[in-house]
């Protein structure tokens, strides 16, 4: 069964840092890309961070760069985010996917592919 278990949510204080993880199974990890996605109350979906397994190349939307840190743990198929310097507008449920891509800055994902992991809500209190 093709799967992506996302955790590592929570509330954080404006500035601190969070953890989230998405360990995949079911499908060959590194033949690709794993991102992490985020939507807000009344908001679209955002793409936050993708990075290619194959040479773990990153892209980062301009919202998060220098403060997220997309990595991945090819031995135990998990992608990370790291969050660093927390802002009351990082708050969101973040879901974890596979198959994203860099469109001119704006992170998607392919549409023949369709692997999401459940959301993990991040709150940081204004």
């Known amino acids: 069964e093709v799967q992506l278990q996302a955790s590592g949510g929570g509330l954080v204080q404006a500035g601190g840092s969070l953890r989230l993880s998405c360990t995949a199974s079911?499908?060959?990890?590194?033949?690709?890309?794993m991102g992490w996605f985020r939507q807000a109350p009344g908001k679209g979906r955002e793409g936050v961070a993708c990075?290619?397994?194959?040479?773990?190349?990153?892209d980062y939307a301009d919202s998060v760069k220098g403060r997220f840190t997309i990595s991945s743990d090819h031995a135990k198929n998990t992608v990370h985010l790291d969050m660093n310097s927390l802002k009351p507008d990082d708050s969101a449920v973040y879901y974890c996917?596979?198959?994203?891509?860099?469109?001119?800055?704006?992170?998607?994902?392919?549409?023949?592919?369709?692997?999401w992991g459940k959301g993990t809500q991040v709150t940081v209190p204004a």
């Open positions: 079911g499908f060959t990890f590194d033949d690709y890309t």
């Open positions: 996917a596979a198959g994203c891509y860099s469109d001119y800055g704006k992170i998607r994902t392919y549409g023949n592919v369709n692997i």
């Open positions: 990075i290619r397994n194959r040479d773990d190349h990153t």
